[in-house]
């Protein structure tokens, strides 16, 4: 029981555990959820009951894994998305603190190769003045933070099965499929498509989903 508990509460899109875990935290009320949009407030108010199931001591661990998931400076899964993604992101923000955006990013070498061309050699060759660490992970945070949605697990099985393609693969899938694909995708849930966009060149992706 107390398995099937702990692997239902696995699934919780991280956005919604920022969520519970804030209202835990406030010792809220879950009444408060009822002013959620239909499937965030379902999706919500079950994974609260089960937390709830949990003994006080498993749900105290959890609740301290996602403290730590909520401090660490980028989103879960981030790793996965395809570089563009980040360079972007960070190409987005006063170049004066792109190495500070860069320190620990996932996939450095390639993001930065993509940045380089947009200030030349060299724009990120030295870090300048030092940042403490809490305050780059806080400025991480609030960057990348946007990208979220783009790193959740897909809830599919046509969303998995993509995102175990290459990116030239999962390119002449979108490609040759185009929109019956995407409606495959929304089928399963907005996490399936976002998370197939997030694999995809940033353009493409963007695209896709009409950001």
Do not use: Y
Not at 51 to 61: E, I, K, V
């Amino acid at each position: 029981m107390r398995e099937r508990i702990g692997n239902r509460l696995s699934e919780v899109h991280a956005e919604e555990r920022g969520l519970l875990l804030g209202l835990n935290l406030e010792s809220a009320d879950e009444a408060i959820l009822a002013r959620l949009a239909g499937d965030r407030r379902q999706a919500c108010c079950e994974a609260w009951q089960t937390l709830r199931l949990l003994p006080r001591a498993a749900r105290a661990a959890l609740l301290a894994a996602w403290i730590v998931e909520a401090n660490a400076p980028f989103p879960s899964g981030m790793e996965r998305l395809h570089p563009t993604w980040l360079a972007e992101t960070i190409a987005d923000e006063p170049a004066d603190l792109w190495p500070v955006l860069l320190r620990g990013v996932p996939g450095l070498q390639a993001v930065e190769s993509l940045l380089v061309p947009l200030q030349g050699s060299g724009a990120m060759a030295a870090d300048g003045e030092e940042w403490p660490s809490e305050s780059v992970a806080e400025l991480q945070r609030c960057v990348f933070g946007r990208l979220t949605p783009l790193c959740i697990a897909p809830c599919g099985p046509v969303g998995a099965g993509l995102c175990r393609l290459g990116c030239d693969e999962l390119l002449a899938e979108v490609a040759s499929r185009g929109a019956a694909l995407c409606q495959e995708l929304r089928a399963e849930g907005d996490a399936s498509l976002w998370a197939v966009a997030g694999r995809l060149p940033a353009p493409v992706g963007r695209q896709w989903l009409k950001w």
